[in-house]
């Protein structure tokens, strides 16, 4: 069963799909097979794959869509090979893939989506795993919105030979790993047996709940007598929290849930999380978005005057 109210009232055409994109289509077009598959309004996507690039996929479908912020607050984790464009040795590999390991800039590539300004990402592991001629196989572990394919053309210009990106595969999306993925054949049979036979076997694996894009975030739990009046668009004040996890700073961007674990949105902390669960008044934290529907909960609050 998927839980949550407002965007899962269904548990099929509300909830996640983990794609392995197959080399060709854009992550567009996949995410559109997937809609036409279901025959559902809307379907989108969590961080963009080029079309040559494969692998995990997070495709969202109808009022789950709504959640696809939260995966740019994730990691992402790439298998590439970088093609050098001269005769290069190992050891100048390894100290370049030194250089680039921690905060770098970037220029996002012509054919993006994003403005081509410089920018700031994080490259937490960048690992040279071996050489095969000109053709580095590296995994790289880094913030999301860094372009893999200009990493790869500053490695070369670092060390004055050039380079590009030959290959690249993503193995993992915040806490959605390659393992976990399935073909888009996998999902057409599987809506297939659903329909024509009634066997909803493989469609409740394939199926994720809404709430699973919300797990690489730290959480906060609110009593039930909050819950509607976040969904109404108040701040969430301090008495309302009923416990915290996870790595909580002031500033911090959190998925705030009810006590059945259901996600009622996103907010930015305004107290860390020891002040937070300790104080007894003030603001605890903003909501960014608000996914659960007003009403899903009893209302509690009065409005004033």
């Known amino acids: 069963m998927r839980t949550g109210g407002g965007p899962l009232d269904d548990p099929y055409t509300n909830g996640i799909i983990l794609l392995d994109k197959p080399m060709g289509p854009s992550s567009h077009q996949a995410s559109a097979w997937v809609r036409d598959i279901f025959g559902i309004d809307k379907a989108g996507h969590g961080g963009t794959l080029d079309p040559r690039v494969t692998g995990v996929l997070v495709v969202m479908l109808g009022n789950a869509t709504r959640g696809a912020g939260a995966l740019n607050y994730g990691e992402k984790e790439y298998i590439g090979v970088i093609r050098f464009h001269r005769d290069v040795d ?41 050489m095969d001629g000109r053709d580095a196989l590296i995994r790289a572990r880094c913030e999301s919105g860094t372009y893999i394919r200009t990493l790869a053309r500053d490695m070369g210009r670092a060390i004055g030979t050039g380079a590009h990106l030959q290959e690249l595969r993503r193995t993992r999306s915040c806490t959605f790993t390659i393992d976990e993925c399935v073909t888009l054949q996998d999902v057409k049979d599987a809506h297939h047996f659903w329909k024509e036979e009634g066997d ?16 690489h975030l730290p959480a906060i739990v609110v009593k039930d007598s909050a819950v509607d009046a976040l969904c109404h668009g108040a701040p969430l004040m301090a008495p309302g929290v009923r416990s915290a996890s996870g790595e909580i700073r002031k500033g911090s961007m959190v998925s705030v849930k009810t006590t059945k674990g259901e996600v009622v949105g996103l907010a930015k902390t305004v107290l860390d999380v020891k002040t937070m669960v300790e104080e007894e008044k003030g603001f605890a934290a903003k909501m960014t978005r608000v996914f659960m529907d007003p009403g899903t909960y009893h209302r509690v609050w009065k409005v004033k005057g």
């Open 200 to 215: 909803s076997t493989e469609m409740d694996r394939i199926v994720q709940p809404f709430e699973r894009l919300f797990d």
């Open 90 to 130: 190992i050891d100048t590999v390894s100290e370049t893939v030194e250089l680039f390991t921690g905060r770098i800039y970037q220029t996002p590539p012509v054919r993006s989506a994003v403005a081509r300004r410089l920018r700031q990402r994080t490259i937490h592991e960048l690992e040279f795993i071996e």
